[in-house]
Nanobody, 123 residues
């Protein structure tokens, strides 16, 4: 199983980026994005489970949209209205279980991780 994240970069505050995660090897029950900002723990960003239910961190709700293309085994994170505090390394994660709101936010429920892609938002 491999997860490959891409799409990060440098953007000005208020701008947009779209991250992609290519998954290979199997089909997952839940896929998610986490991020690690400098000096912080890795935090939950968004998740989408089979069937289309999505979960978002409060800090990104209304600005970020997670989506999946099951046919291509791809996951995306459309990030709009970016803020300097969104600067982080973004990781895609996948798990076999179809998670609920409380567990989808916990990284220990994801068994597979991508390598991370840097997003930098300048003020």
């Amino acid at each position: 199983v491999q997860l490959q994240a891409s799409g990060g970069g440098l953007v000005q505050a208020g701008g947009s980026l779209k991250l992609s995660c290519a998954a290979s090897g199997r089909t997952f029950g839940t896929m998610a994005w986490f991020r690690r900002a400098p000096g912080r723990e890795r935090d939950f960003v968004a998740a989408r489970r089979s069937g289309g239910i999505t979960f978002y961190a409060d800090s990104v709700k209304g600005r970020f949209t997670i989506s999946r293309d099951s046919a291509k085994n791809m996951m995306y994170l459309q990030m709009n209205s970016l803020r300097p505090e969104d600067t982080a390394v973004y990781y895609c994660a996948a798990g076999m279980d179809v998670l609920i709101a409380s567990t989808a936010r916990r990284e220990d429920f994801y068994g597979y991780w991508g390598q991370g892609t840097q997003v930098t938002v300048s003020s």
